[in-house]
Nanobody, 116 residues
Framework: QVHLTESGGGLVQAGGSLRLSCAASGIIPSINSMGWYRQAPGKQRELVARITSSSSTNYADSVKGRFTISGDNAKNTVYLQMNSLKPEDTAVYYC??????????WGQGTQVTVSS
């Protein structure tokens, strides 16, 4: 069982920055990928950024050039650096891990609120 714990959310003004962290604990099998997702009120959950075990990354078009996903294997932690934040980035951000033969685990989410 893998437990994912997000942190780093909060309230920030437009144009500001936040760094989210997602720490994995428990019995951690081989990792395939880690992703950050977000869900705004009344909207579906969407992929924000993803990083694979080979460190390849992909981003939603809406965050390209502003957000950066990275990982620290030694700490079993993945980060999401968010710069130039916009009010439309306001959402609950979740991390998801894909492990082993495709097992997926989600964190509990962290709220990001960007004021205009």
């Amino acid at each position: 069982q893998v437990h994912l714990t997000e942190s780093g959310g909060g309230l920030v003004q437009a144009g500001g920055s936040l760094r989210l962290s997602c720490a994995a604990s428990g019995i951690i099998p081989s990792i395939n990928s880690m992703g950050w997702y977000r869900q705004a009120p009344g909207k579906q959950r969407e992929l924000v950024a993803r990083i694979t075990s080979s460190s390849s990354t992909n981003y939603a078009d809406s965050v390209k050039g502003r957000f950066t996903i990275s990982g620290d294997n030694a700490k079993n932690t993945v980060y999401l650096q968010m710069n130039s934040l916009k009010p439309e980035d306001t959402a609950v951000y979740y991390c998801k891990g894909n492990y082993g033969l495709g097992y997926e685990y989600w964190g509990q989410g962290t709220q990001v609120t960007v004021s205009s």
